[in-house]
């Protein structure tokens, strides 16, 4: 039997996204590319534990806002919320499948970009164009408001800024630069918040992994 993808090699792995067997050559150039894997595939997690093991260290200039100065202290007082908007992140992929590390780049550059202008007095909001990645800025949007207003019910005040806000979208996406495969269907980023999620780490499991300053 031949390969159904490109029809000249002989099959050789059970793809679970197509749900029949192609040529490796195929899994290999078509992962996350042009085939949606599956996030149990074998092979998939095979090729992240090797990309894992085998990556380059990324220098400073490569995260997302080099020049803003996000201090471990601020983490440490700040995880909560981070936890919380990953936590959000999570839940909504659960509702849609579909979601992929470049729609939740797309709606975490958004949201950094509005709060960082709302840090400085400035009224701007301008979500992505994308529609998966526009339903989750708005999930997120409207979980940072119920978030605060959950903190006004208990302590009648909110110590969360804009300018918090806009420094732990920073290094979410600083998050996703690493963690992410960079493969246009890719959810290295999506899983690796769910498995944070899950194990509840700290800003001091991260402090060797994620650049914050």
């Not at 074998?42 to 534990?49: D, F, G, P, T, V």
């Not at 709060?115 to 409207?142: K, M, Q, V, W």
């Amino acid at each position: 039997m031949k390969c159904t993808i490109c029809e000249r090699r002989p099959q050789k792995r059970f793809c679970p996204a197509k749900g029949e067997k192609i040529c490796a050559p195929c899994c290999g150039t078509g992962r996350e590319v042009s085939i949606d894997c599956t996030p149990d595939c074998s092979y998939l997690l095979a090729a992240h534990r090797y990309e894992a093991a085998h990556r380059q260290a990324l220098s400073p200039d490569a995260f997302p806002y080099p020049d803003i100065d996000v201090p471990l202290e601020f983490m440490y007082e700040h995880w909560r919320v981070v936890a919380a908007i990953a936590g959000a992140v999570v839940s909504f992929q659960i509702q849609r499948k579909d979601l992929n590390d470049q729609a939740a780049r797309l709606a975490l550059e958004a949201l950094a970009e509005t709060y960082r202008t709302l840090g400085t007095g400035i009224y701007y909001e301008r979500p992505p164009d994308a529609p998966l990645a526009r339903a989750l800025y708005a999930h997120i949007a409207e979980f940072l408001e119920e978030f605060r207003k959950r903190e006004i019910n208990q302590t009648g005040f909110t110590s969360l800024r804009d300018s918090d806000i806009f420094l732990v979208l920073v290094f979410l996406l600083r998050t996703h630069k690493r963690e992410t495969s960079g493969r246009p269907l890719s959810r290295s980023f999506l899983a690796f918040l769910a498995a944070k999620s899950a194990g509840r780490s700290s800003p001091h499991e991260e402090e060797s992994r994620i650049i914050v300053s």
